[in-house]
């Protein structure tokens, strides 16, 4: 823990097709880098470790306060807490760019970044299954924001909060399924925000008491867009 990279990836890891379990990583920095202030790893199992006041850089390319999931579909992360991590733009908790894997049974909560995804920025298919995403911010997607193609099943994304759209999540040509979506709040879409980009399928979901703040705006539930 404590760790610094000056440039580059990875405050406290940087990991190529390896193992990494019953870790911990916590209060790592990057002060130049892009990616990844407790850890950047490429075709990675990861398992049963915890990630936890990591802070990216401070610039408009800092990307996954704590954990950036780089191209390799082998990429799996299991059993993992991600919390209170921050970064300047985009994935306060994981950032996940042209990867493939999975994301299940975390938490990620209490992550916070200044742009897209406070708690998990995703830009390719991926599945998420079993995870609590609670309590982050970002602007947009407090929860999640999703630019691609996933899946998510058993999730529960609760009290997440946007100073834009898509409070809990941010989706686009993705499949939820069995999924609770309670209490976010953002200006438009308080729940979901739907771009109206390919098509969202809900299957089995509950979205309750979710909140649009600005006026005009709506969709406390679900905003679809397009």
Avoid at 44 to 58: I, P
């Amino acid at each position: 823990c404590s760790n610094t990279s000056w440039t580059g990836g990875g405050g406290g890891l940087y990991a190529a097709t390896a193992t990494v379990q019953n870790c911990y990583f916590v209060t790592n920095i990057i002060f130049k880098g892009y990616g990844g202030g407790g850890a950047f790893v490429q075709k990675t199992f990861v398992n049963n470790s915890y990630f936890a006041m990591n802070r990216g850089a401070n610039n408009s390319y800092s990307y996954g306060g704590g954990m950036y999931l780089d191209n390799g579909s082998w990429n799996q992360i299991r059993n993992c807490l991600v919390i209170s991590n921050t970064v300047a733009a985009q994935g306060g908790g994981i950032y996940a760019y042209n990867y493939g894997g999975t994301i299940s049974n975390c938490i990620v909560a209490f992550n916070r970044s200044g742009n897209h995804g406070g708690g998990i920025n995703i830009g390719s298919t991926v599945g998420v299954t079993d995870c609590l995403i609670s309590n982050n911010y970002g602007n947009p997607g407090g929860g999640v924001y999703g630019w691609n193609s996933q899946t998510y099943k058993n999730c529960v994304v609760v009290n997440n909060q946007s100073g834009g759209l898509a409070g809990g999540m941010w989706v686009m040509g993705s499949t939820l399924n069995d999924c609770l979506i309670a209490g976010n709040a953002a200006k438009g879409g308080g729940g979901v925000y739907d771009t109206g980009y390919g098509l969202n399928t809900f299957s089995s979901c509950l979205i309750l008491d979710n909140r649009s703040t600005a006026p005009g705006i709506g969709g406390g539930g679900v905003l679809l867009a397009g």
